[in-house]
């Protein structure tokens, strides 16, 4: 899509001074104008957001790249001057910032020594602590719906049976058959052994209805609350997602390019630039390979707000210098307004971002603005001391802000070119981290929100497991599993089995399976297929006992009518 678009386009609006050394960074192009010009196209084709700031000015001079007090002068006030053309020169751009992370980024110790396997890896995310806090709350959960009356049987929940419990929550994810209760069904062509040899049905349902991460008689001194500034509505999910932050900010430290970013959980509620529908919001502070640094949940109105915006609250608690250090370049697709950039400035942040006209701070002359008319590729600017506003037309207006980038002028299509290139190869996608979340997911349907957050949180750890074991692996150049195979070697982990284990076969279980195992999705068409013992056909079944290809279709089932064949071809030998 971007590449058809270059030809329409005279000029990219801004460009990165320096050169951060960043992975990933071609030569040429910078990692920032990259990052920068993949948040102008992506917001072409979003929709509105819903977020809106008010306007502040300020930045610090010192050792974190600023470029000193800056004095306003009302006749260089956005609001008195013209939007200039790409044409004109900018003099005004910020030098670039000094990059001085709080730790080396990448994987941290103890995980940055060799290749650690993948049960491993998960292991110091969901460790002991959190299978500890799992299982006391669940037991005392299920010992207070046995007193109010409940008909199940329970005994206590060990942390060993809590890892099998999780370990078939990913078994599911990869199989994905419609209803929980599928994976225990019996007399059926489509019985899946497995889960049974694990724990009963009766056990796994009993323990998904008693699954609880905080202290009930805490949960009632919270709902006593209700109404109060002291009630916390994230109660019953606070001690395992407090757990999971902290866990995932220590054994990983980002790389310079941050991105703010809206993920949306459960279901339920429509956001129009997203393509599913949801329920709960977070807000997400991820690395630019998809790793998961920082989350927050969206309760609504917070009794926190500074006041400024919840876009400035959620992006100022999720960037903290006290954690990261400092020169990192923050991009978000929350809509901004200048009082968050200049904020982010001051904790010696470069930020880059879309706003939203008629917000305060933003320029509001009509000066040589653009219009509905204008050609496509046609670039506006305005610089207000080091924030530089941006308005590009592409299929529609795009308005962005940002404290990095300068404007740069000259014969720049060639560029654009390359920069297109290089960023289609780079990035491959808007939400690295949700795409990745988004395959082979652990949620299922369920009526209880602390579970949709709890089955999210799985996620989390999975891919940020998965992340960091692709880190490792480039690092000592070896080939990195993929991510179903990665989640099948922390399900056999969990589950304490080996993965490459079969079942005993029994000569009277004619089972169909599929013929193989671990393709990507591109693959499936046709890599694995065998011919059909019956029809000679194409198919991707097999007898898990015989061993043979035989077709499965309503149309064409093979698999019986062979094995009614054998059975009598036994019969009349005996």
Known sequence: MLARRASQVRKPPLSLIGDFETEGATKGVTSGEISFLHFVRSREDAGDGDEVLEDQRGRKHGDVGGSGDVVRDRSRSPHHQRWRTDA????????????????????????????????????????????????????????????????????????????????????????????????????????????????????????????????????????????????????????LMEMIRTISKTIYHPKQHLSVVERMVGTKQCMKTKPTNRRFKLFVLADINGYTVDFKLYTGKSKTASGKGLSFDVVSSLVNRDYLGSGYLVYTDIYTSPVLFRHLSQQGFGACGIYRQGIDGVPTTKENDLTKRSPPGSIRWIRDGDLLFVKWMGTREVSMCSTIHPMYSGDTVQRWQKTVTVFNKYTEGVDTSDQMIGTSAVRRKTRRWPIMVFHHLVDIAVTNSFVIHKTRCESLREKPLTRQQFLEEVAAHLLGVDLKSDLQKNPDQHLPVPTRSGQTKSQRASMGRRRCKVCSKSTPWKCWTCDVGLCLQPERNCHWQFHQHLKRSQGAEN
């Open 88 to 239: 004109e020169p900018d003099d005004g751009a910020p030098p670039p910032l000094r990059f001085n992370p709080r730790c080396t980024p990448g994987v941290q110790l103890p995980l940055n020594s060799g290749n650690p396997s993948p049960g491993k890896i998960f292991s110091y995310i969901f460790d002991s602590e959190v299978f500890r806090l799992i299982t006391e709350n669940t037991n005392k959960n299920a010992a207070r719906n046995q007193e109010k009356g409940g008909k199940f049987t329970w005994t206590k929940m060990s942390q060993r049976e809590a890892k099998k419990f999780i370990g078939l929550l990913l078994y599911m994810s990869v199989l994905d058959l419609p209803r929980m209760t599928d994976f225990w069904r019996q007399s059926t062509i489509f019985h899946v052994p497995f889960p049974a040899t694990v724990m009963t049905r009766e056990r796994f349902m009993a323990i998904l209805s008693s699954l609880h991460f905080s202290d009930p008689e805490k949960d009632e001194e919270n709902e006593q609350k209700k109404s109060t500034e002291d009630y916390d509505p994230l109660h019953q999910v606070r001690p």
